[in-house]
């Protein structure tokens, strides 16, 4: 399950998501993190689910051929899953798995506030805390907008910065292996 502790992170997104906190705080939003480190098995689940046998296949042939076949062992072990299409990343594709983004909702009377629509400016409000901390939010993009995400700059995929060797390196260090 993913943590949700500020500690998971990365110290400097730490030290973002706690501004983020305090800005939305000043603002009068109610916000709770409820996700930042991501084991890379959680992101395999929300990965496979929405997805094909076909599409999966695919990325597995795509991962092992450029030496990440510890990461695609990772999505055929977690096996068949079903699910709304939550997230376009594989396990180590995801900032979640490096503790450089977290996932947060509004909050109003103690009910998460999950519907964009009904609560515009309390995600409104959020994603300028966001872009005031210094952090890129999802919800800005304009392909697959993503609300609650939060991240450490427009890195993009950490697969196509570095190779089986480096990522191994970094998700060892993370405890992710």
């Not at 092992?64 to 062992?73: E, I, S, T, V």
Request: one cysteine or more; glycine letters at 12%.
């Amino acid at each position: 399950m993913a943590s949700r502790a500020l500690t998971s992170l990365d110290e400097a997104v730490r030290v973002r998501a706690e501004r983020v906190l305090a800005i939305c705080e000043a603002a009068g939003i109610d916000l709770l993190i409820y996700g930042t480190l991501r084991p890379l098995e959680e992101q395999a689940v929300l990965y496979r689910q929405s997805r094909s046998r076909a599409s999966i296949l695919r990325k597995l042939e795509d991962l092992h051929g450029r030496g990440f076949g510890f990461l695609a062992d990772i999505i055929e072990g977690v096996g068949s899953q079903t699910g709304p299409h939550v997230t376009n990343a594989a396990p180590g594709e995801s900032l979640h798995n490096y503790g450089l983004a977290f996932d947060a909702v509004p909050v109003t009377g103690g009910k998460c506030c999950w519907k964009y629509g009904p609560h515009k400016h309390l995600w409104e409000g959020y994603g300028e805390a966001v872009r005031l901390a210094g952090l890129e939010w999802a919800g800005d993009w304009t392909s697959f907008r993503e609300y609650p995400h939060a991240q450490q700059g427009r890195g993009g995929n950490p697969l196509r910065r570095h190779g089986p060797d480096r990522i191994r390196e970094l998700l060892s260090e993370g405890g992710m292996l």
